[in-house]
């Protein structure tokens, strides 16, 4: 990637950020301006209102594309710092804010939210949920962003719990249990709002939790109901779970899905069995772990599963972010579920009845000779973890993991941050005990991160043909947003915020941050005026061409 910024620039971001972190510590609690409440109306109708940001994905469909065309291909490389904001926890910060009405949400880590002047950056009110100190988490204190439904946020905290928040003052409305967190479940992602529901997942595959997918009235925060992502006794698929090892078989819900109204099917993908790398103990298929679920919007019951990687043992979650669209393959228009698969599969699927399309490689693996005609892999002999260890790719990063994918419809391409790397899988005799880690192996590089290399890869879901690819070193695990002003934003591990021509990967515009971006982008208007923003380190740097 060319390197074209000057000395000037950063040391502007830095002197901005400390004197907003400054201003912060003195800041007294203030209500937001009055908004518009939200309604599902609203949300159906979210591509109307591109100036807002209302949900973690941009719209119900997932697709991260903005039709703002403000900001385009013949001026992005004009875009001059606005505003940032200090997030106090020094954390890496993986939060997609939600912008309403001129109001910015966002949430820090361990289980925070603020809202900012979404013009300014300037602090309204603060929530800080307070954790127990027995946590007991896999991948960070991280928090991705909140849910948001009339005058309410919706927050999902890692301490496993749901709270609602008044989101004209930050006051808490109620606090809900929704796990265990002495037993390994965890909550860090943002809840998607489905008609009158709160719908939301959980986390904790490494501990050998249970998984399910709940859904709360936004009112009271009572449990409406619950899907549990693994067949219990007697259910359909318990049968592919070795004895009692479905009571501990991991199948964690740990990042928000997409929805279809005109289907009523909520779409949520699930993680990996468990243990993860020993599946001596959990012989079988292991439904509903690795697997794309389309839920009834109003019951929770699963109408259709697709599962991505049977018996998984590399640790391949099927947690990315589905996204959906009309599409026209091989001569028949079908409403479609496009997923980038951590498995480094990349698959087209019906979303009415989970029809398998197409499917083909999107980044290096060496586990499968390739997919059938039903979708499943077809398996390399001799690939699963040993006590020893074995070479495989993809690592168990994944060719890509759970970082934000986009589909831009001006164009018909999908885009995803892939990875080809390798890694020596291995696996070891564990037994399980309950709040404690039960993974069963793990993995290690034998050559450094940089001898491997990270794209953002553009497909064609029709054909699921790879149309371009643009160079990240090193592996970049941040999440992508197209504009219609026919833009990709994305970022870097090393700290750049970037766009490229989303028609051909052509690089237009990057400046340093200085730190890992870890989050995906938004972009939203403001009287009249568009802005991108992106969290990077522990800030949130927001852009704009100059007044």
């Given at each position: 990637m060319k390197r074209v910024l000057c000395t000037l620039c950063a040391l502007l971001i830095t002197t901005i950020s400390a004197q907003v972190s400054a201003q912060e510590q003195e800041f007294e609690t203030v209500m937001t301006p009055a908004f518009t409440p939200i309604t599902w109306e609203r949300f159906v109708n979210a591509k109307n209102?591109?100036?807002n940001w209302l949900m973690y994905s941009g719209t119900l469909d997932a697709q991260r594309h903005s039709l703002l065309d403000e900001v385009n291909v013949s001026n992005v490389d004009e875009l001059e710092l606005k505003w940032a904001y200090q997030i106090p926890e020094i954390d890496r910060a993986e939060t997609v804010p939600l912008v309403v009405d001129g109001i910015m949400f966002i949430t820090e880590a361990p289980s925070n939210v603020v809202a900012v002047d979404a013009r300014t950056g300037r602090q309204y009110w603060r929530y800080n949920h307070e954790l127990p100190e027995d946590l007991r988490i896999c991948?960070?204190?991280n928090n991705r962003g909140v849910a948001i439904l009339g005058e309410t946020l919706f927050m999902s905290t890692l301490d496993a719990h749901l709270v609602a928040i008044d989101a004209r003052t930050g006051n808490l409305l109620w606090d809900k249990e929704v796990a265990k967190h002495d037993s390994g479940y965890s909550k860090t992602a943002a809840p998607l709002i489905v008609k009158d529901l709160v719908v939301t997942g959980i986390a904790g595959g490494e501990f050998g939790i249970r998984g399910f997918i709940d859904a709360y009235d936004p009112v009271t925060g009572d449990?409406?109901?619950?899907?549990?992502?693994?067949?219990?006794?007697?259910e359909f698929g318990v049968d592919t779970w070795l004895g009692d090892s479905w009571k501990t078989g991991g199948s964690a819900t740990w990042i928000t899905g997409a929805y279809d109204e005109e289907l009523n099917l909520i779409y949520w993908g699930t993680g990996n069995p468990g243990p993860d790398w020993n599946g001596d103990v959990r012989l079988?298929?292991?439904?509903?772990?690795?697997?794309?679920?389309?839920?009834?919007?109003?019951?929770?019951?699963?109408?259709?599963?697709?599962?991505?990687t049977p018996h998984d043992v590399h640790d391949w979650d099927a947690i990315q972010v589905?996204?959906?669209?009309d599409l026209n393959i091989?001569?028949?228009?079908?409403?479609?579920?496009?997923?980038a698969n951590r498995n480094a599969f990349f698959y087209s699927i019906d979303a009415e009845d989970g029809e398998f399309l197409k499917g083909s490689p999107?980044?290096?693996?060496?586990?499968?000779?390739g997919l059938d005609q039903n979708g499943a892999p077809i398996r390399v002999p001799g690939m699963a973890p040993t006590y020893e260890g074995i070479m495989v790719s993809p690592p168990i990063t994944g060719g890509t993991n759970w970082y934000s994918p986009a589909y831009n419809p001006d164009n018909g391409l999908f885009y995803v941050t892939s990875f080809d790397g390798e890694q020596i899988f291995f696996k070891r005799d564990e037994d399980y005990e309950e709040g404690e880690r039960y993974t069963g192996g793990g993995g290690r590089y034998d050559q450094p991160m940089d001898a491997f290399q990270s794209y953002i890869r553009a497909i064609d879901p029709t054909t699921t043909e790879i149309q371009w690819e643009f160079p990240i070193m090193p592996r970049s695990s941040a999440g992508i947003t197209t504009?219609?002003?026919?833009?990709?934003?994305?970022?870097?591990?090393?700290?750049?915020?970037?766009?490229?021509?989303?028609?051909?990967?052509?690089e237009l515009w990057n400046i340093s941050l200085g730190r890992r971006v870890h989050a995906a982008p938004i972009t939203y208007e403001v009287e009249g005026q568009q802005y991108v923003t992106i969290a990077s380190g522990n800030v949130v740097y927001t852009f704009g061409l100059d007044d």
């Open positions: 209102e591109p100036h991948c960070g204190r449990l409406v109901w619950r899907t549990y992502t693994i067949p219990g006794e007697g079988g298929d292991n439904l509903y772990s690795d697997s794309a679920l389309a839920l009834n919007g109003d019951t929770g019951e699963i109408e259709w599963y697709f599962q991505f589905p996204i959906l669209a091989d001569g028949q228009d079908r409403r479609v579920m496009m997923w999107f980044a290096t693996q060496t586990w499968a000779q504009t219609s002003g026919g833009l990709l934003f994305s970022g870097t591990a090393d700290g750049y915020f970037f766009a490229l021509d989303a028609n051909n990967g052509e």
